[in-house]
């Protein structure tokens, strides 16, 4: 099992940042992929990034590329998701999540099994 918690949501204004924490207990991550979602509402669960945890490999979606960073922390067994220039559109609860980095569906939100319980981000214009 692995438990995730996350933390630094708020309230900032457009073209503000923000910096997301997920810490990570109950597993070594060395196989692990780490990844943020964010899910606005009455919207789908939607890929932001992740990192490959052994590797640092990391992958955004277009719509956060060059303002967005994800990050680790291995002696802190952390996460970090920051935050930049930061737009209305990208209100959401942000959700952290891990997988076993085995086979493809690294963008899929179905194939991870741990989550984190939320974090909110709200962005005003």
């Known amino acids: 099992q692995v438990q995730l918690v996350e933390s630094g949501g708020g309230l900032v204004q457009a073209g503000g940042s923000l910096r997301l924490s997920c810490a990570a207990s109950?597993?070594?991550?060395?196989?692990?992929?780490m990844a943020w979602f964010r899910q606005a509402p009455e919207k789908e669960r939607e890929f932001v990034a992740f990192?490959?945890?052994?590797?640092?490999?990391?992958y955004y979606v277009d719509s956060v590329k060059g303002r967005f960073t994800i990050s680790r922390d291995g002696a802190k067994n952390t996460v970090y998701l920051q935050m930049n220039s930061l737009k209305p559109e990208d209100t959401a609860v942000y959700y952290c999540?891990?997988?076993?980095?085995?086979?493809?569906?690294?963008?899929?939100?179905?194939?991870?099994?741990?989550w984190g319980q939320g974090t909110q981000v709200t962005v005003s214009s």
């Open positions: 109950g597993r070594t991550l060395s196989n692990y992929v």
């Open positions: 990192i490959r945890w052994s590797s640092g490999i990391t």
């Open positions: 999540a891990a997988r076993l980095g085995l086979g493809g569906g690294d963008r899929d939100f179905r194939k991870y099994d741990y």
